[in-house]
């Protein structure tokens, strides 16, 4: 058994394919399947159900797969210490987002991060919060920005900063001439929300909760802009996190953008997470400074700055 072979399974048990498991290792597919055989056969088990069309890890491979994949991770964290104990400043960080965060933080945060970190290779994974913090888990992120709470103790979370959320409705509403409104004032209406598996649809359902409000039926977004755009259709209003309403974001003649005041007006608290055994704490901690230090004019309204 070699690293090789226990690297092709991990490979397998991602893409469940054998030719785009052999094209992520860089492979021909007769090699890997011939290796993932004899793999089968140094372990006297079948680790994979094959047929014409997709093939399925026995219940054995499932476990032999997941272990193979904390064996290669905790070699990659070798190599990691050696390398950055040469240089820390470089080398690939495996960063993940959510789609709620990434597109509008990200413009704010690069051009500081290439400056300070010239010699970085940053990949950026944009994924829903579960899936983030699965893939940091098996070690197939190096971190991610996620909202807190994180409930999960093998993880360690770096507080950033918090994202207030504003109230976006049609220019012809109600509120759409008020600079301000209190938490009570959504009681009774019904926000548009963004569909299951979306971080920002369970804090939004927080919000209305706590105000007395209710989801729109008949309507589920799949993404801020469009919710944004049902907002200027005059389908409905909602509620966005502060960085989608920031340039470069254009702003909508359509909709009308109002923030909350009061002792705790609506928000979300984002993090920096990182496993607690990462070899790369030491240099996650830097670079989580650079995402903590967004300028204050970007967490207010721009009418309100």
């Not at 094209?23 to 290796?35: D, H, K, Y």
């Not at 309403?245 to 953008?257: C, E, F, G, N």
């Amino acid at each position: 058994m070699n690293l090789r072979d226990l690297r092709y399974l991990v490979a397998l048990a991602d893409h469940r394919h054998f030719g785009r498991a052999a094209a992520a290792c860089f492979v021909s597919q007769p090699t890997l399947s011939t290796q993932i055989r004899k793999l089968e056969d140094e372990l006297g088990v079948t680790l994979v159900e094959r047929s014409p069309r997709k093939i399925m890890l026995t219940p054995t491979g499932h476990q032999v797969a997941e272990r193979a994949r904390r064996i290669v991770g905790d070699v990659e964290q070798m190599r990691e210490v050696a390398r950055r104990s040469q240089d820390p400043e470089a080398g690939v960080v495996r960063l993940g987002m959510f789609p709620t965060l990434g597109p509008y933080l990200l413009p704010h945060v690069v051009p500081v991060i290439r400056q300070r970190f010239p010699q970085l290779e940053l990949l950026l994974i944009e994924e829903k919060s579960d899936l983030l913090l699965a893939r940091l888990r098996d070690g197939r992120l190096d971190a991610a920005l996620l909202a807190l709470p994180v409930h999960d103790e093998q993880m360690h979370a770096e507080p950033l900063f918090e994202e207030p959320f504003v109230l976006a409705v049609p220019g012809g509403h109600p509120l759409a001439g008020r600079s301000t409104i209190h938490l009570d004032a959504l009681a009774d209406q019904r926000l548009l929300l963004l569909e299951d598996g979306h971080c920002l649809r369970d804090q939004a359902l927080d919000v209305c909760h706590l105000a007395g409000a209710a989801e729109k039926s008949g309507f589920q977004g799949t993404s801020l802009e469009t919710l944004r755009q049902m907002v200027a259709a005059n389908v409905g209003s909602t509620l966005l996190p502060m960085l989608a309403v920031q340039p470069p974001v254009p702003p909508s003649p359509d909709v009308a953008l109002v923030g909350f005041e009061g002792e705790q007006p609506p928000s979300r608290r984002i993090a920096m997470v990182w496993r607690r055994s990462s070899a790369m704490a030491g240099f996650l901690q830097s670079l989580a400074r650079l995402f903590a230090d967004l300028p204050p004019r970007l967490l207010v309204l721009p009418e309100q700055r």
